[in-house]
């Protein structure tokens, strides 16, 4: 991921989240009803599959909806045609790799820009794309400060060090948030929790991997925060955050601006042939050299 911007204002720097956050995340985050309204009426939203709508219409199932599992059901068997009517087990197992990216997403959010996406169930909508994809729609935490109070077009930043106090609170909220997804998923796919667990970790993980080595480069934006991208990897290992301890290895021929870290279970989307084409191996996929 790139995050590098140039000739912007700081002030900016909200725009530039929900840029980010779409660009890299496919997550739309919004602040508020009205900001919804500005966003659905530039045309930005509009799909092959829907028009200007609302929410619950461009994103018609909330996160919490994948706790019924009859609508959980309905969700993982589409995308089990659209990858080729493929086993249960790897729509699971892909399931927790397409969600690992709003995971990733969320603390993306935090650690470059201060600001927390809800992690309630209810505040995240999702969007079935193409191929099994996924595309999110999510809120600002309410229980942290309002991002308009951190940032309007004068003003400054919520200070790092006032951000940095609620990391592992977030963190926590995070996991409980996609634990209690991957449970349900794993109890209807037979799928392994401890791979879907693993899968969402590595994204997790690969995401600070890329932002550390970039950072380090003087055109990186936001600026400021290499020392909080540090930081904040760092606090993913310790005793308060044990949910987030993992061990990958990194693979030897990565460059170190673009880290790559090997996955500990195979994603399996080698098994799948989304419109026909099989996918092959991952480039962090364990099976690659494994004969």
């Given amino acids: 991921m790139n995050v590098r911007r140039t000739g912007q204002k700081d002030g900016d720097f909200l725009q530039e989240l929900k840029r980010l956050l779409r660009r890299h995340f496919a997550v739309v985050w919004i602040e508020s009803e009205e900001d919804w309204d500005r966003l659905s009426e530039s045309g930005e939203l509009q799909t092959t599959n829907a028009t200007l709508a609302d929410s619950r219409t461009l994103f018609p199932y909330a996160a919490v909806d994948l706790l019924d599992p009859v609508i959980l059901y309905e969700v993982l068997a589409l995308q089990s045609r659209q990858l080729g009517d493929v086993s249960s087990d790897v729509t699971g197992t892909l399931f927790a790799k397409r969600y690992s990216v709003l995971i990733a997403g969320m603390f993306a959010a935090y650690t470059l820009y201060d600001v927390p996406i809800s992690a309630d169930l209810s505040d995240t909508r999702i969007r079935l794309e193409q191929g099994g994809t996924m595309a999110y729609l999510v809120r600002h935490d309410s229980q942290f400060a309002n991002p308009a109070e951190l940032m309007d077009a004068g003003r400054k930043r919520l200070p790092s060090s006032e951000a940095r106090s609620g990391f ?5 909220r995070i996991d409980e948030h996609f634990s209690t997804i991957l449970d349900a998923v794993s109890s209807i796919t037979r799928a392994h929790n401890k791979v879907l667990r693993s899968l969402v970790l590595h994204q997790v993980h690969m995401l600070y991997a890329g932002l550390q080595a970039e950072a380090a480069h003087p055109d990186f934006r936001p600026r400021g925060r290499a020392a909080l991208i540090a930081a904040d990897r ?12 993992a061990n990958f290895r990194r693979a030897e021929e990565s460059p170190p601006n673009r880290p790559l870290l090997m996955r500990r279970y195979c994603c399996q989307a080698y098994r799948t042939s989304p419109g026909g084409h099989s ?5 962090s996929c364990p099976k690659i050299g494994s004969g």
């Fill in 168 to 172: 592992s609170v977030y963190a926590r």
């Fill in 234 to 245: 760092e606090a993913l290992s310790r005793p308060e955050n044990a949910a987030f301890h």
């Fill in 279 to 283: 996918h092959g191996y991952c480039e």
